[in-house]
């Protein structure tokens, strides 16, 4: 995606008039992210896929010459998002580029530490490289923190400080992913040292994610080179970042939604956006389908009281700026990709055309181009490795304590990554920890489903208001394991193994029945079906979790997330119960002391 020299050398011919324009776009209002202004009577000249000259380009059309008539829409750079996880789509790289690219994202800064949590550094290897087949630009950021962390918790593989630097010298890989051992970095983590080091040596961006609100740690972890965070929730924690000069990403995806939060930096503190950008993080298919990709992010910036053209600056030159590639991405001026969209309204930002690098991609709800056919290996969709067919007895918590029971408790929080701390006090029947539905209190468990060790963690969670059944998934954030909660042991023990048998996905069962289910065959994470499909999938999903009980929005993503020790507060992992304030395991049972 670099520019050539003898492609800059034709920009230049084109814009002194020495050779006619491939393109030139007429009859639009250009949206100037540099200036925040609307250019008008002006037309754009492309030639070799790039933006040659703005102005008077009559002069420039040629025989061979294609015109555009914009037809008085707004013209604006292509999206781009900083920062997402494709595997969070449940897509492949190919689908999501099918979903997003209509939607106007034109190019993605993704960190695949999803798959590389199941497959390490092959894995990473064969969705940047499915990515950079499509039109869709696709950026990769090495991931940093496989596992998420050591001590907590086991993941199907490990990069070490030399697969990054390897990863590093590949062609479009712009940085780290996202550093989410806070602890390990500011307290001189080796690993994470040398993949810092690396990543700086090589010019490249360290980003970052630091939901910690320690103003010591906090400083001690920008002093070691991470300049950038998305899990900042509060007005007050991005204002904070920002001070220390840190990029704040500002998310919203299915789930985790902090565009209402933290727009009043901008509306009401009236701070500089320069440092700051808009990101999806996670998003799941109905989302893309109904609500869209980076442009529904903007609508809801607008919808917050932010300006049209300062949501769009954070949604393009920002993100291009960040990543040390404004050169060629992220605004509309001579040198740059011709990644454009034809808008009716820069408040709704639904864009009626779409192009990438000067071809014209989509065009009134139909795409022009083909899209290329990747295919996974064999070994990708065999991940599910468990030791034994699982029974209702594997999901029992037992105990020496009579009658009852104190006992932690994970507690989630709906539209949040973070957890609460919790305590219940439950029976004890036969040594064996009793639920309490009445209470929102039911089983959960987390297994290795990566060595064949048979290991299991048993727990509780509130939250979630389950009335029956079970559900399950190989997705769980990030060493994804296979998660199982239920009120039904006996369904939680049909759901995992169904679960395994699928190879991966997701799945809900009640009286012995399953209601639902979402293969996700590649790496369990990703389906190889179409967006479609995998949207409809998804809806049964979700309906199925209603009828269980649930009324939490977007559930399975909160489920997803509960084995992720690197959010506060209290996560399960195969190990076991995980303290992430203390960064430790902790016991089930809480005793006198």
């Known amino acids: 995606m670099k520019m050539t020299r003898a492609q800059r050398l034709q920009l230049a011919a084109t814009a002194l008039g020495k050779r006619k324009a491939d393109t030139v776009i007429t009859n639009g209002i250009i949206v100037n992210v540099h200036s925040k202004e609307h250019i008008r009577d002006k037309d754009i000249a492309i030639t070799s896929g790039a933006i040659a000259y703005i102005g008077d380009c009559q002069q420039l059309i040629g025989k061979e010459t294609e015109v555009i008539d914009a037809s008085g829409k707004f013209i604006t750079p292509g999206l781009i998002d900083g920062h997402m996880h494709v595997e969070s789509t449940m897509l492949s790289v190919t689908e999501f580029a099918k979903a997003a690219l209509k939607q ?59 697969d990054v630097e390897q990863a590093l010298e590949w062609e479009n890989v712009t940085g780290l992913g996202e550093v989410m051992n806070f602890p390990g970095v500011v307290h001189g983590d080796e690993k994470m040292a040398q993949e810092i080091e690396a990543t700086i040596q090589a010019g490249k961006t360290v980003t970052g994610h630091i939901p910690a609100d320690d103003p010591k740690m906090l400083q001690a972890y920008v002093a070691s080179g991470v300049t950038s965070c998305h899990e900042t929730v509060t007005r007050e924690q991005a204002l904070e970042k920002l001070r220390l000069g840190m990029h704040v990403m500002i998310r919203e995806g299915s789930a985790w939604q ?10 009401k503190d009236h701070v500089p956006t320069d440092n700051l950008s808009l990101v999806t993080d996670d998003v799941y298919p109905q989302t893309l389908t109904e609500l869209g990709h980076l442009n529904y992010v903007i609508r809801k910036a ?107 408790v994970i507690e989630v929080l709906e539209n949040n990554a973070r957890t609460a701390k919790a305590k219940a006090e439950l029976t004890v029947r036969n040594s064996i920890i009793q639920s309490n ?3 929102d209190i039911i089983h959960l468990a987390c297994i290795d489903r990566h060595h064949r060790s048979g290991q299991i963690s048993n727990a509780f969670v509130k939250g979630f208001q389950l009335q029956s059944g079970a559900v399950a998934s190989t997705v769980a954030h990030d060493s994804h394991n296979l998660l199982v909660m239920g009120v039904n042991k006996e369904d939680m023990a049909i759901a995992a193994n169904k679960i395994a048998e699928l190879g991966g996905g997701m799945i ?28 409809e999938q998804v809806e049964s999903l979700e309906q199925a979790w209603k009828k269980l009980g649930c009324k939490m929005n977007a559930p399975f993503m909160t489920f997803s997330l509960i084995a992720l020790p690197v ?9 076991g119960i995980a303290d992430v304030d203390a960064f430790e395991l902790m016991p089930l049972e809480i005793t006198e002391s």
């Open 567 to 575: 959010i506060p507060s209290i996560r399960i992992t195969n190990r």
């Open 104 to 162: 106007g994202t034109t190019s993605i800064f993704m960190d695949p530490h999803e798959i590389a949590n199941v497959f390490g550094l092959k894995g990473v290897r064969w969705m940047h490289e499915e990515g950079q087949k499509l039109p869709l630009r696709v950026f990769t950021t090495v991931p940093s923190c496989v596992p998420a962390t050591d001590t907590l918790e086991d993941a199907g593989a490990e990069l070490l400080p030399k």
């Open 302 to 408: 607008v919808k917050e009281g932010v300006d049209p053209i300062t949501a769009l600056q954070l949604a393009t030159i920002n993100a291009a700026k960040y990543f040390k590639c404004e050169d060629t991405l992220g605004s509309i001026a001579p040198g740059k990709w011709a990644d454009l969209l034809f808008i009716d309204s820069l408040a709704e930002m639904k864009p009626s055309s779409v192009l990438v690098g000067g071809k014209m991609i989509y065009d009134q709800g139909m795409y022009k181009v083909n899209f290329p056919v990747y295919t996974y290996p064999t070994e990708a969709k065999n991940s599910v490795h468990l030791k034994k067919e699982l029974k209702a007895e594997d999901f029992h918590t037992k105990t020496l304590t009579q009658p009852k029971v104190t006992v932690n």
């Open 508 to 535: 809900v069962v009640n009286h012995g029945k399953i209601l639902a289910e979402v293969p996700l065959p590649i790496a369990g994470l990703m389906s190889d079906k179409p967006l479609e499909q995998v949207g």
């Open 437 to 439: 539905i009445k209470e």
């Open 258 to 267: 902090d565009v209402e939060q933290l727009a009043p930096i901008i509306t």
